[in-house]
């Protein structure tokens, strides 16, 4: 089953302009990861944000965590064709560590 | 780093044949996980494997599925039968520790199409 449901499922954007995408998951967790994925090849790791923290940055990426709300957001600043991809929120679901169960995934398209 | 490494990268199989899927995760990496994802379900969490011990293979569809870890350099998906549903992209990723800390690192997947 899935424990994130990603909003939106897709997002249409003009290069420069700021993506934002929200995750909401349904159980306690110990932490939040976001992925990629481009077309045809695996996911790929962005960023963790644990459930003590509120706020992330890696370069043009800024995760936001609400656990009050059971919500994430992922914010891509500035954004460039090359950041065409899906975009999937995982979580630990509560099992300890011990695997990831990921969202349903928003598919973000860049046009230059 | 050569990264998670599976194969074949494409398998185009009849309804009733015998799939083998294949993974070499990083070196190092102590799991191992086994995702399919297809556009109806997303990516559902088949089976892992932790020091080569399968932890939770409750995500195994049914009994046609099995998945083994003989070593930690190599890991095998297999389907016998299989049936034109299983058709979906199969991925491998691996992990040098506990989720708190350590991301997954994912192959490029298989692609199964069963006809």
């Known amino acids: 089953s899935q424990q994130g449901e990603e909003d939106p499922q897709a997002l249409s954007i003009q290069e420069g302009e700021n993506a934002t995408m929200n995750c909401s998951y349904k159980?306690?967790?110990?932490?939040l990861q976001w992925y990629r994925q481009n077309s045809g090849r695996g996911l790929v790791h962005l960023i963790l944000i644990r459930s003590n923290e509120r706020e992330k940055h890696s370069g043009r990426l800024r995760v936001t965590l609400d656990t009050s709300k059971k919500s994430s957001s992922l914010l891509i600043t500035a954004s460039r064709a090359a950041d065409t991809a899906s975009y999937f929120c995982a979580t630990d679901a509560g099992t300890g560590f011990q695997k990831l169960v990921f969202g349903t995934g928003t598919r973000l398209l860049v046009s230059p | 780093d050569a990264g998670v490494i599976q194969s074949p990268r494409h398998e185009v199989t009849e309804m009733g044949q015998e799939v083998t899927l294949r993974c070499k995760p990083i070196s190092g990496h102590n799991s191992l996980f086994w995702y399919r994802q297809t556009m109806m379900r997303g990516l559902e969490l088949l089976i892992y494997?932790?020091?080569?011990?399968?932890?939770?293979d409750s995500g195994m569809p049914e009994d046609r599925f099995s998945a083994k870890m003989p070593n930690a350099s190599f890991s095998t998906l297999k389907i016998q039968p299989s049936e034109p549903r299983d058709s979906a992209v199969y991925f491998c990723?691996?992990?040098?520790?506990?989720?708190?800390?350590?991301?997954?690192?994912f192959g490029n997947g298989t692609r199964l199409t069963v006809t």
């Open positions: 990723a691996s992990s040098p520790g506990d989720l708190l800390h350590s991301p997954l690192h």
């Open positions: 159980t306690s967790i110990n932490n």
């Open positions: 494997f932790n020091n080569n011990v399968p932890i939770d």
